[in-house]
């Protein structure tokens, strides 16, 4: 403790404190932040991950449900906040990290009053997200820590099974509200690593982007990938799910559950979620016996 | 405010009945358009060919589970507010009368919400149309037992207006309560009205309360008639006013209940085509009923083929468009009233 935040002012009075480069209002810092707050889901995720909880000062509340977060157990051990100024300020910190999109007003009070902010963005890519965690790591002056998690997330995307010879089977994302995936995202990136090919790619949808019932139904994709939340309070958004002509694609289609918040953020859920979807694609290849036939 | 004219009933009676197989007719034509349209480019031929042989292949079940029920509840909703909207206007002698006059459109919301986010849903796949009707039918009992079986057609307004705000209230009181965070919003898309991805299921849901109500509203058709004369002269002629209000209210309640139950509130429909159609049909209020909820259908029918053609997605939903082509035509009746009256 005391020998790393010597470290941690040696390398500041070094390098000028380079770890906050990202940050605004740097002038606060002296050294790594000592009290970090997160505003983001996602951002959470990542200072859970790589600092011990003592330099944790606060994440959000969302953290702690176990249907949103894959990191409620850590989120247990620190204090959260509901995004107000206020509460943030009550805390203290010497470093807020905030998602690009998210919580903007509370940030832009946050940086009038001098408050360091790091922003972080949405990545697309397993290279971006490796780059974020790292980046972020750096500016926490955890770099280390940001390596284990890099390794972590690695050794779990080259433990996936590899896919089957032969044409790859065709998965659609179907979202509560008709909502699907196209290119330029974390999911279809996701869906390609398991082997498999994004149909919503094909519908051009950039991003997420609603889908009718019926083309959803006439991509003829081998594969549907649906929110597997299933302790959520009701919604209408999910009742389209339940539709009969759902249910009549019967055993043409295999349906592929992935709890959303596996690939919501950068973190080793990803690999999770792409476990789950390449284990979908070798079940939908076993039981398609000889390829093409399952289809007219 | 009628003036009435010695009964030349044969002709009137003939051009009204030749008017509703004309409508008919639009209708069947609509709802084969309205099959033909959609989202993604369908080879109907095969999927009517794999249908009929029983083959379950893509095209079949996006015609038989998709565009099939679409079609088939666009006409019936729009028939049932249609029919109510002229027979609402024909008791209440008003016509800003609309389907949801009594308190059944906001009481059918309220049981869907309630049936919804309280977790029946879970239970039970089609909770929130049973819930809509279960709603629409408690209601009818309760205006009709706050209005009495001897009450008057101020009292049964007064008491569908206080149930409308009611249940207004008690809906947001759900929503609040809720604990889906979007519940609010999702509720206040689907109130908007849509058609959209329903299943064969809500048709069969629907069938038989719409057609038993249909039945009640025409069994009225001569009583309407002699309504136009007056209270007092309808009942000397030997008409059981208590008895029309009874039959009226509970035909309401299936009808518009089986209505919103499936489609969410869509307004305007049947507040404007009873205009439409009575200078065609001579003001007679039972002539009306039938020509009006075919118009209904009609109507309906070209507006959800209309919110698909649109480039706009997620397609608009059926009651911002419906108010909007409605809202022009009420502001010019109340222009031609001015000048009239």
């Known amino acids: ?296 | 405010m009628s003036i009435v004219r010695p009964r030349p009933i044969v002709p009137g009676d003939r051009r009204a009945r030749r008017l509703s197989l004309w409508l008919a007719l639009a209708t069947l034509l609509l709802l084969i358009v309205s099959i033909g349209i959609g989202y993604a480019p369908l080879d109907i031929f095969k999927a009517l060919q794999d249908g009929l042989a029983g083959r379950d292949s893509l095209e079949s079940i996006v015609l038989v589970e998709l565009r099939l029920p679409r079609a088939l509840l666009g006409a019936l909703v729009g028939f049932a507010l249609g029919l109510t909207g002229a027979a609402m206007q024909g008791l209440l002698r008003n016509p800003l009368a609309d389907p949801g006059v009594l308190g059944v459109s906001a009481a059918a919301a309220f049981g869907a919400v309630l049936a919804f986010y309280s977790g029946l849903s879970l239970l039970v796949p089609l909770a929130l149309p049973l819930g809509g009707l279960a709603g629409a039918l408690v209601a009818t009992g309760l205006v009709y037992g706050i209005a009495g079986r001897g009450a008057g057609t101020m009292a049964l307004i007064l008491a569908g207006v206080a149930l409308s705000s009611l249940c207004g209230a008690l809906t947001a009181l759900a929503l609040n309560l809720s604990p889906n965070p979007y519940a609010a919003i999702e509720i206040i898309y689907w109130l908007m009205g849509s058609l959209a991805d329903r299943s064969l299921d809500h048709v069969w849901l629907v069938l038989g309360p719409i057609a038993l109500g249909t039945a009640l509203i025409l069994s009225t058709a001569p009583a309407l008639d002699a309504l136009t004369l007056g209270e007092d002269s309808a009942a000397s002629l030997g008409f059981d006013l208590a008895r029309l209000r009874l039959k009226l209210v509970v035909g309401a309640a299936l009808v518009v209940g089986s209505a919103v139950a499936v489609s969410g509130a869509i307004g305007f429909i049947g507040l404007v085509v009873p205009h439409l159609v009575r200078p065609l049909t001579g003001h007679r209020p039972g002539r009306l009923l039938l020509p009006s909820g075919l118009a209904g259908a009609v109507l309906l029918l070209g507006a959800d083929i209309l919110v698909r053609l649109l480039p706009v997605r997620p397609e608009l939903k059926l009651g911002v468009v419906t108010a909007l082509i409605g809202a022009p035509f009420l502001f010019w009746l109340i222009w031609r009233l001015r000048r009239t009256g």
């Open chain 1, 1 to 296: 403790m005391l020998m790393r935040s010597f470290a941690g002012l040696l390398a500041a009075l070094v390098a000028a404190g380079p770890a906050a480069a990202g940050a605004t209002g740097s002038s606060r810092m002296e050294g790594p932040a000592r009290r970090v707050v997160s505003l983001n889901l996602c951002t959470d995720e990542m200072v859970l991950r790589l600092l011990p909880p003592e330099r944790v000062a606060a994440v959000t509340w969302l953290s702690r449900d176990p249907s949103r977060s894959t990191v409620a157990d850590l989120a247990a051990a620190v204090p959260v906040v509901y995004g107000n100024a206020e509460e943030v300020l009550g805390v203290d910190p010497d470093l807020i990290v905030a998602g690009l999109y998210t919580a903007r007003s509370t940030v832009a009070v946050l940086r009038r009053l001098g408050h360091p902010v790091h922003d972080v963005g949405i990545p697309t890519t397993e290279a971006e997200v490796e780059a974020q965690i790292r980046e972020l790591a750096a500016l926490l002056g955890v770099a280390e820590s940001g390596e284990r998690l890099v390794a972590e997330i690695e050794a779990r995307f080259s433990a996936l099974p590899i896919p089957a010879p032969g044409p790859r089977p065709r998965a659609l994302v179907l979202d509560p509200n008709g909502f699907t995936v196209g290119r330029g995202s974390i999911v279809d990136a996701m869906i390609n690593r398991a082997g498999l090919d994004n149909a919503g790619a094909a519908l051009a949808v950039a991003g997420h982007g609603a889908v009718p019932l019926e083309v959803a139904i006439l991509t003829g994709a081998d594969i549907l990938i649906v929110d597997a939340d299933r302790d959520r309070p009701p919604a209408l958004a999910t009742a389209l799910l339940q539709h009969p002509a759902l249910r009549r694609l019967g055993r043409r289609i295999t349906v592929a559950e992935v709890p959303s918040r596996l690939w919501t953020c950068a973190g080793p859920g990803l690999a999770d979620a792409a476990a789950i979807l390449a284990a979908a694609a070798l079940a939908h290849q076993a039981a398609t016996p000889v390829a093409g036939e399952g289809r007219p």
